[in-house]
């Protein structure tokens, strides 16, 4: 039994540091632009984006976001190469719910550079079924540019081992989840509604 006891201290403090070494960093999107924002409740990051690459940097884990509904301004594009011993995982605080509301061409755009990063458990909703038909159809008729369209894509994923589960994914024009360039990508648990394509695939390997 002596023989084992070494090895089972090595394994326990292995296991002890894989589990401490991910943090929780705080993203709340109706923050003000901060140079100290380190993801903590007093300076939280308003960038989701900017808190995966600052999680990544410190070793992986999770970007928790405030609950609440917000509207995309822009495209949140995640670039980040995270590890496989430190990923990083995007989702609400723990109890809470977080909607974002899109009209843009997308809403989560992964590059071909991302790499071992989870975006779970948020509502995306692209609002195609807000749109009032007769604005439509009167903006088309005279060559209106400012017809309404609502959120295209909810999920571009172009990099590798990317998950997106467990998220609510409706009313985009387009598509919920567009695999591209993604390799080793994981789509699950989704609920989608209202989407045109739930899942579509372009020269990708899954």
């Not at 006891?5 to 090595?10: A, G, N, S």
């Not at 409706?170 to 699950?188: A, S």
Request: some cysteine; charged content about 20%.
């Amino acid at each position: 039994m002596k023989n084992f006891i070494p090895q089972l201290l090595v394994v326990g403090l292995v296991c002890y540091g894989f589990v401490v070494s991910g943090q929780s960093y705080l993203v709340d999107p109706e923050a003000p632009d901060n140079a100290a924002a380190d993801g903590t409740a007093a300076n939280p990051f308003n960038d989701i984006a900017v808190a995966v690459q600052f999680a990544s940097d410190e070793g992986g884990g999770e970007v928790l976001i405030l609950p609440g509904e917000y509207t995309m301004t822009k495209i949140v594009s995640i670039e980040t190469a995270a590890a496989a011993n430190g990923p990083v995982i995007i989702k609400p605080m723990d109890g809470g719910n977080v909607k974002f509301n899109c009209d843009l061409r997308a809403a989560f755009e992964f590059t071909e550079t991302s790499r071992y990063i989870t975006l779970e458990g948020i509502e995306l909703d692209g609002n195609t079924d807000k749109l009032d038909y007769w604005d439509i159809v009167t903006k088309a008729f005279w060559g209106d540019e400012t017809i309404p369209r609502g959120g295209g894509l909810a999920v571009i994923l172009d990099g590798w081992y990317i998950d997106v589960r467990n998220n609510y994914i409706h009313d985009f024009y387009q598509k919920g989840v567009e695999i591209r360039g993604g390799r080793y990508v994981l789509v699950e648990g989704n609920i989608h509604q209202g989407n045109r394509h739930y899942v579509a695939f372009q020269e990708a390997m899954v």
